[in-house]
């Protein structure tokens, strides 16, 4: 089933029966434009005088009702203990997940408060005028922090997944082509390395995954970040979302030719981040270490989400030059996304010639 057909499903059955079920009479009901590996249905809903909401519909068969109820259980406990984020909405019977049958499918349901501001992209990249760039970095590892200081306290009912669940050799020697050895090899190594290290409470947790300016809003007025999609989250180690906003950064500099001072301001960029970061709560200097680790952790994230997106598109694989780039980093082991390396180039950032499969 494709994104296009459960967009007319929803519109002939699905939409009238959720706004029965959550009380959107009178919403006027909009479809989010997908992006490319989508894997949900969004719409968004407003009425005058009321607030804001977003409906998301899942239809892909890899997710259990269970893994629903572990997000969104999640993300009530987080908005219950002050965390910035947008909470999921109750449905009349006081339900957080709603599931209808139809066509032999089932479809999952969950409606939350959509987050007040404007994506930052929405904003074309602009800041607050007159607030120096650095509150928005500031702002952006405190919420983090936070999380992740909820985090440590947290106790699910219905557990989300370990990361290794997923990004596992087994999967991976699955997706990827056999073509692609040398590549297996390296994640199969990088798994390794990431399975020697501590699990203990302070270091390993529930993440988001997908912690980066595309899934949180920013309030202009206040500089305030409000939180949402937690559709990757997992049982992870913190540093993940860390290294994450770390791997984001660097499009604030990716067009300077001048390798030093891409190397300063990624420096004073992630030092800003780290103060926000530790004004919520603490990580230790060992795991901070760790940052190159998981910098690669988060490519190899990356090269698995490529593969998905064109096994569940139908495709045969294939590397456009961006893969190809992350790919070329992991193979020859290149750090910090080749972003200091001879292979980085500020006319094509994060290209490489296509590799053929």
């Not at 082991?333 to 972003?339: A, N």
Request: glycine fraction near 6%; charge should be negative; proline fraction near 3%.
């Amino acid at each position: 089933m494709t994104h296009n057909d459960v967009i007319n499903i929803s519109n002939a059955y699905l939409l009238p029966l959720i706004a029965e079920l959550y009380g959107l009479d009178g919403y006027g009901i909009q479809p989010v434009p997908a992006h490319d590996g989508g894997r949900n249905v969004v719409y968004t809903c407003e009425k005058e005088g009321a607030g804001a909401k977003v409906i998301r519909i899942a239809f892909l068969s890899d997710r259990s009702r269970e893994d629903f109820l572990g997000e969104v259980e999640y993300i009530r406990y987080l908005f219950e203990h002050g965390c910035s984020v947008s909470d999921v909405i109750s449905s009349k019977k006081g339900s957080l997940l709603e599931e209808i049958a139809h066509l032999d499918r089932n479809f999952f349901v969950c409606v939350f408060d959509k987050a007040k501001g404007k994506l930052l992209a929405e904003n074309y990249y602009q800041y607050r005028e007159g607030v120096p760039i650095t509150e928005y970095y500031y702002n952006c590892g405190k919420v983090l922090g936070n999380m992740h200081q909820l985090s440590k306290g947290y106790t699910p009912v219905h557990r989300r997944h370990h990361f290794f669940d997923k990004y596992n050799t087994d999967y991976i020697d699955k997706l990827i082509p056999g073509s692609l050895s040398l590549l297996k090899k390296k994640l199969a190594e990088l798994l390794e390395s990431l399975a020697a290290l501590d699990e203990s409470p302070e270091s390993f947790g529930m993440v988001h995954l997908d912690y980066s300016d595309g899934n949180y809003m920013i309030d202009f007025d206040t500089g305030q970040i409000t939180v949402f999609d937690f559709d990757n989250a997992c049982f992870c180690w913190y540093m993940y979302d860390l290294a994450n906003v770390w791997a984001h950064g660097v499009g604030w500099i990716q067009f300077e030719r001048d390798v030093a001072k891409r190397k300063t301001f990624m420096e004073d960029y992630f030092e800003t981040v780290l103060a926000g970061y530790r004004s919520e709560t603490t990580i230790e200097d060992s795991m901070l270490e760790k940052l190159p680790l998981f910098i690669s952790v988060t490519l190899m994230e990356s090269i698995v989400d490529a593969f998905e997106v064109m096994r569940n598109n139908g495709e045969e694989p294939e590397c456009d030059e961006r893969l190809s780039y992350l790919i070329k980093c992991m193979e020859d082991d290149i750090p910090y996304e080749g972003f200091f390396h001879d292979i980085y180039s500020c006319e094509e950032p994060f290209e490489y010639e296509v590799r053929k499969i």
